[in-house]
């Protein structure tokens, strides 16, 4: 029987093991976000990809974990991930509203609509009012 020594330090079973995962460190399937640092980072790459979509997978891919485990970290600090996306367009849409000059159709695109008819439906329900509405109140208001 070997002497086992209970002061001797004891190297992690990633460093013995090389091909096995320890769950302190960065892996392969990615950073472990922590609550508000996991929303905010999923917020910044859905800003990043609004105009291709910003589906669940691509927010995964591109924090670098996997969708089902992204879903779930968002779920333990409080937050869906269709209410996050929803919550990005509405506040770009805002911006380039009263920001821009932009065009209701170029906004559409912008924050991942196909169509300006379904965006301006969308904006109405989270805002209570049209796009145009929106922007020439906004546009009142900074004057």
Avoid: H
């Avoid at 906004?107 to 300006?116: H, M, W």
Wanted: proline share 7%.
């Amino acid at each position: 029987m070997p002497n086992l020594d209970k002061r001797r330090a004891v190297a992690p079973l990633a460093a013995v093991m090389p091909g096995l995962p320890c769950p302190r460190t960065p892996t392969a399937q990615g950073v472990r976000y922590i609550g508000p640092e996991l929303v905010r980072e999923a917020r910044r790459m859905i800003e990043a990809l609004l105009v291709e979509g910003a589906t669940l997978e691509q927010v995964a891919a591109g924090l670098n974990i996997p969708a089902r485990r992204l879903r779930e970290q968002l779920s333990q600090a409080g937050v869906r991930f269709n209410e996050l996306l929803v919550s990005c367009r509405c506040e770009l849409a805002k911006r380039l509203l009263v920001e821009t000059d932009e065009r209701i159709e170029r906004i559409a695109e912008r924050t991942g609509f196909s169509e300006p008819s379904t965006f301006c439906r969308a904006f109405k329900r989270w805002v209570g009012q049209t796009p145009v509405a929106f922007r020439r109140r906004g546009r009142s208001a900074a004057c």
